[in-house]
């Protein structure tokens, strides 16, 4: 039986089912992006505000050899993949793994439900913010154990890699939290981009 979390607003309680700590492995690839696998911590939680906040850590299990980076050189033209702190990567033990990329934000249940929704669902608001330059709204739906999103506005730096568009299903799956992520860059289609499966962590 799933218990709420305590202090959680009652606002968040359709996000109530994420709030946690998870970890677990997937894979990322996409055009210019060699196929790898990747450990991942997510944190969902609450401070007693109408939100959830959300901090996630993806760490390369295997770097690629000759993979492209989300952030293009000053030229344009594609780097090879670099730390946050600048070092192209080798394979690396899991505590040594090099970070390839960090998201965090709020989630939010707005109160107005848009036309069309249907009754086991709420609107849900999504802002996430990344170290390379990029700040995305996203605007969807929860209900039944299933989130999926798409990017309302994604604003970016002058030095950040061009995203046009992104799309994201979260889902609940016997206890476990699934989620994938769909990407147009780089002139790209809308095609996946990451994908994992994540246990909840003890407290």
């Known amino acids: 039986m799933f218990d709420l979390p305590d202090g959680l607003a009652p606002e968040a309680y359709p996000l109530a089912w994420l709030v946690g700590r998870w970890r677990g492995e997937g894979v990322v690839g996409y055009p210019g992006i060699e196929e790898t696998a990747f450990t991942q911590d997510v944190v969902f939680d609450h401070d007693g ?7 996630s850590t993806i760490r390369l299990i295997v770097a690629p050899d000759d993979a492209a980076s989300l952030t293009p050189g000053a030229d344009g033209q594609d780097e090879p993949l670099r730390t946050a702190g600048g070092e192209v990567p080798g394979a690396a033990a899991e505590s040594d793994a090099p970070v390839w990329s960090t998201e965090a934000g709020f989630w939010r249940v707005p109160p107005e439900r848009p036309d069309g929704l249907a009754e086991n669902q709420f609107p849900v608001e999504v802002l996430m913010a990344d170290p390379s330059g990029h700040v995305a709204v996203y605007l969807g739906a929860v209900g039944n154990g299933r989130i999926d999103l798409a990017s309302d506005v994604i604003a970016r730096t002058s030095t950040a890699a061009e995203v046009a568009a992104a799309k994201r299903l979260y889902g ?22 990451a994908s994992a499966r994540l246990t909840r962590q003890d407290p």
Not at 176 to 186: I, R
């Open 49 to 55: 505000g109408p939100y959830l906040t959300y901090r």
């Open 172 to 193: 609940l799956v016997n206890g476990e939290l699934m989620w994938a992520w769909d990407l147009a860059a780089f002139g790209e289609p809308m095609q996946t981009y």
